[in-house]
């Protein structure tokens, strides 16, 4: 299984900005999806940003326009960069992996497409 460490997380005005990092176990990270995900108190957990191996990339339409996800396949990590910060972005954010996903060319914005989680990095946009 794959290991994951976030980063990043904190307390940030409105309109502000904030990366999260998301380090990675294994070998072979270049054939990982990943994806980020947010869980508001009281809500479900939510897609928020997806990579594959290829580089594809897919958002929420909520983030739209705003995040940014990448990956940086020598340093084992992908990124979430969030800019123009809203209220409604605050949730504790995850991180998620799927190894050996080197065959498929879409995006994974699904949960249970995962098989790999983070322990989490707490988001609190003030308004």
């Known amino acids: 299984q794959v290991q994951l460490v976030e980063s990043g997380g904190g307390l940030v005005q409105a309109g502000g900005s904030l990366r999260l990092s998301c380090a990675a176990s294994?070998?072979?990270?270049?054939?990982?999806?990943m994806g980020w995900f947010r869980q508001a108190p009281g809500k479900e957990r939510e897609f928020v940003a997806g990579?594959?191996?290829?580089?594809?990339?897919a958002y929420a339409d909520s983030v739209k326009g705003r995040f940014t996800i990448s990956r940086d396949n020598a340093k084992n990590t992908v990124y979430l960069q969030m800019n123009s910060l809203k209220p409604e972005d605050t949730a504790v954010y995850y991180c998620?992996?799927?190894?050996?996903?080197?065959?498929?060319?879409?995006?994974?914005?699904?949960?249970?497409?995962?098989?790999?989680w983070g322990q989490g990095t707490q988001v609190t946009v003030s308004s």
């Open positions: 990579i594959s191996s290829g580089g594809r990339t």
């Open positions: 294994g070998r072979t990270f270049s054939t990982y999806a």
């Open positions: 998620a992996a799927r190894s050996g996903d080197y065959y498929y060319t879409g995006v994974r914005t699904q949960a249970k497409d995962y098989g790999s």
